[in-house]
C-alpha cells in the first residue's frame, strides 16, 4: 500500500525546534527521491527539501542552515529537523516522494519540482509564533 504519514507539527516560539516524520511503506521509500514541501497561508506550495536515493540534500534558500532532511533506512522513515524557527516557517508541511520506478536523477530531485513527486502526505501544520 502506497501511504505517506507525516507527524510532529505542533505550535512553537521563534528561536524553537521542531521535528517532523513521514512514516512511508517499504516500496516507497526505494523512491530515487523524497521530500518536503510547504504551503503558508495565502501563498503556492514551495519546496523545503529534497532527498535523493543516495542521500544527497538540498534546501530552499529560506531554510539553508537551519533545516536536517534525513532518512533512517531501517525505519522507513524520512525526516525533517527544523532548529532556529522563525514566524515565515508557519505552514502546512507536505511530505512527497516520487513513483519508485521513475528514473529521477539526482539534478531532477535536487530542482524540487513538485510533477517528480507522485505521491504526497496530508500534511502536518506547524505554526511559529513571535
Known amino acids: 500500500q502506497v501511504q505517506l504519514v507525516e507527524s510532529g507539527g505542533g505550535s512553537v516560539q521563534a528561536g524553537g525546534s521542531l521535528r517532523l516524520t513521514c512514516a512511508t511503506s517499504?516500496?516507497?521509500?526505494?523512491?530515487?527521491?523524497m521530500g518536503w514541501f510547504r504551503r503558508a497561508p495565502g501563498k503556492e506550495r514551495e519546496g523545503v527539501a529534497t532527498?535523493?536515493?543516495?542521500?544527497?540534500?538540498i534546501y530552499a534558500e529560506s531554510v539553508k542552515g537551519r533545516f536536517t532532511i534525513s532518512k533512517d533506512n531501517a525505519k522507513n522513515t524520512l525526516y525533517l529537523q527544523m532548529d532556529s524557527l522563525k514566524p515565515e516557517d508557519t505552514a502546512m508541511y507536505y511530505c512527497a516522494a516520487a513513483h519508485v520506478a521513475a528514473d529521477v536523477s539526482p539534478s531532477v530531485c535536487a530542482d524540487m519540482g513538485e510533477s517528480v513527486f507522485s505521491y504526497w502526505g496530508q500534511g502536518t501544520q506547524v505554526t511559529v509564533s513571535s
Open positions: 532527498i535523493d536515493r543516495g542521500g544527497s540534500a
Open positions: 517499504r516500496a516507497l521509500y526505494s523512491s530515487n527521491c
